[in-house]
């Protein structure tokens, strides 16, 4: 028997990607084959995006035994009124409109075979007994120009001999110019060292580490993803940097002598050693929620041994969002929607003629404010 009600679901911008802090807005389709009467007199939008976390072996036929788990991360409706009391035979059109926080988490997918976690949407109309739904893939927000530089202070690193023998000790300090880096965009840091020790620094070792943490019920799951990685560092300077005064029986000191660290925070002003290091565009948004946390650090490494698994290291959080909105292109028109959403996110699509928004930034936040863009709405 053939339905009396067919719906579709019609996006402004249908290009399958929509931007947190921002409005989604579009058309409920209804076509009607027959006079039909609603019995509820109203058509209905939902927008809900949930948090999965599985074990290996799970799915959703394992939810109730908790080897998969969902969370609920965003669940907003829309009623539309439907004022006729039936509707004759043709073709009916609903607009609604749907505005998403800035701190919904963007969509993303981590699996190794049946093991992994997501966050995903799913745009949802109703009318009656009739009802329609499609995927969206959610970006999130963008950086503000705002900067949030950290200083790793001087630290010191006893070394010892494979007898466990004192070997002296080095000295590790670092500043990263901005720990808030867009995808795509470069993370720029500079790093100090004195070596006081018996042994020679073989190599520095720089990695960006992503880390994707998810929970079950029974047990905490985390896997590392390297973002970026620079295995061997060779900077004009350096080893001078790293050449100190042999080490003494005097034992190491419990922390950094105040000309020593002077000393220090003078090479990291002058960015003695100073790198830059682009992170990929597919990187995945930082984010802490209920059941998922996608977490970013900065890794250095003083390679003394290379056989040793403890060697001198320090490691520096960061935080990893979509580009600053300077950066940002708009999509002008729809695209195929078999492109995989990690390529395209972030990124221009190669037909776009490229046109840039400047908004004005809320300098308390990571992103412009919501309240400015709802009046900014309202006026519109």
Same mark, same amino acid.
């Given at each position: 028997?053939?339905?009396?009600?067919?719906?579709?679901?019609?996006?402004?911008?249908?290009?399958?990607?929509?931007?947190?802090?921002?409005?989604?807005? /579009?058309?409920?389709?209804?076509?009607?084959?027959?006079?039909?009467?609603?019995?509820?007199?109203?058509?209905?939008?939902?927008?809900?995006?949930?948090?999965?976390?599985?074990? %290996?072996?799970?799915?959703?036929?394992?939810? /109730?035994?908790?080897?998969?788990?969902?969370?609920?991360?965003?669940?907003?409706?829309?009623?539309?009124?439907? @004022?006729?009391?039936?509707?004759?035979?043709?073709?009916?059109?609903?607009?609604?409109?749907i505005y998403l926080p800035g701190l919904v988490p963007p969509?993303?997918?981590?699996?190794?075979?049946?093991?992994?976690?997501?966050?995903?949407?799913?745009?949802? &109309?109703?009318?009656?007994?009739?009802?329609?739904? $499609?995927?969206?893939?959610?970006?999130?927000?963008?950086?503000?120009?705002?900067?949030?530089?950290?200083?790793?202070?001087?630290?010191?690193?006893?070394?010892?001999?494979?007898?466990?023998?004192?070997?002296?000790?080095?000295?590790?300090?670092?500043?990263?110019? *901005?720990?808030?880096?867009?995808?795509?965009?470069?993370?720029?840091?500079?790093?100090?060292? $004195?070596?006081?020790?018996? !042994?020679?620094?073989?190599?520095?070792?720089?990695?960006?580490?992503?880390?994707?943490?998810?929970?079950?019920?029974?047990?905490?799951?985390?896997?590392?993803?390297?973002? &970026?990685?620079?295995?061997?560092?060779?900077?004009? /300077?350096?080893?001078?940097?790293?050449?100190?005064?042999?080490?003494?029986? /005097?034992?190491r000191p419990d922390e950094v002598d105040s000309l020593m660290?002077?000393?220090?925070?003078?090479?990291?002003?002058?960015? $003695?050693?100073?790198?830059?290091? !682009?992170? %990929?565009? *597919?990187? $995945?948004?930082?984010?802490?929620?209920?059941?998922?946390?996608?977490?970013?650090?900065?890794?250095?490494?003083?390679?003394?041994?290379?056989?040793?698994?403890? *060697?001198?290291?320090?490691?520096?959080?960061?935080?990893?969002?979509?580009?600053?909105?300077?950066?940002?292109?708009?999509?002008?028109?729809?695209?195929? !929607?078999?492109?995989?959403?990690?390529?395209? &996110?972030?990124?221009?699509?190669?037909?776009? !003629?490229?046109?840039?928004?400047? %908004? +004005?930034?809320?300098?308390?936040?990571?992103?412009? @404010?919501?309240? +400015?863009?709802?009046?900014? &709405?309202?006026?519109?």
């Open positions: 028997m053939e339905k009396p009600l067919k719906l579709s679901i019609e996006l402004d911008h249908d290009d399958g990607v929509v931007r947190a802090q921002a409005w989604l807005k /579009g058309h409920i389709k209804v076509e009607v084959e027959e006079k039909y009467v609603p019995q509820f007199g109203e058509v209905k939008v939902q927008l809900v995006g949930k948090e999965t976390a599985a074990l %290996p072996g799970g799915g959703r036929l394992h939810l /109730g035994l908790g080897i998969c788990q969902e969370k609920i991360v965003l669940d907003e409706s829309r009623i539309h009124a439907i @004022s006729d009391e039936q509707l004759c035979p043709g073709n009916y059109s609903y607009p609604f409109s969509t993303m997918k981590f699996e190794e075979g049946s093991d992994g976690c997501s966050v995903q949407y799913m745009l949802r &109309a109703t009318l009656d007994q009739a009802q329609v739904e $499609r995927s969206l893939d959610v970006v999130g927000a963008p950086l503000s120009p705002k900067l949030y530089p950290y200083c790793f202070q001087p630290k010191i690193f006893p070394l010892k001999s494979m007898l466990f023998m004192d070997q002296g000790f080095v000295v590790i300090a670092a500043k990263v110019e *901005n720990t808030h880096v867009g995808k795509g965009c470069e993370i720029e840091f500079s790093y100090a060292c $004195r070596d006081q020790s018996k !042994k020679d620094v073989q190599r520095v070792e720089i990695q960006v580490i992503e880390q994707i943490q998810w929970r079950t019920r029974y047990k905490q799951h985390s896997r590392d993803v390297l973002l &970026a990685h620079f295995p061997s560092v060779s900077l004009s /300077g350096l080893e001078k940097e790293m050449v100190g005064k042999p080490w003494t029986d /005097g034992g660290s002077a000393e220090m925070h003078a090479d990291l002003a002058a960015q $003695r050693n100073l790198l830059k290091l !682009k992170l %990929p565009a *597919n990187a $995945r948004d930082s984010y802490t929620g209920k059941l998922v946390k996608i977490s970013h650090h900065l890794s250095i490494t003083l390679v003394m041994d290379e056989k040793s698994k403890s *060697n001198p290291s320090i490691s520096i959080p960061i935080k990893v969002f979509d580009p600053p909105m300077e950066q940002v292109a708009i999509h002008s028109s729809p695209k195929p !929607k078999h492109k995989v959403f990690e390529e395209v &996110a972030t990124t221009v699509w190669p037909e776009d !003629k490229v046109e840039v928004e400047h %908004p +004005e930034m809320d300098a308390t936040s990571s992103c412009s @404010s919501i309240k +400015e863009e709802l009046v900014t &709405a309202e006026k519109e």
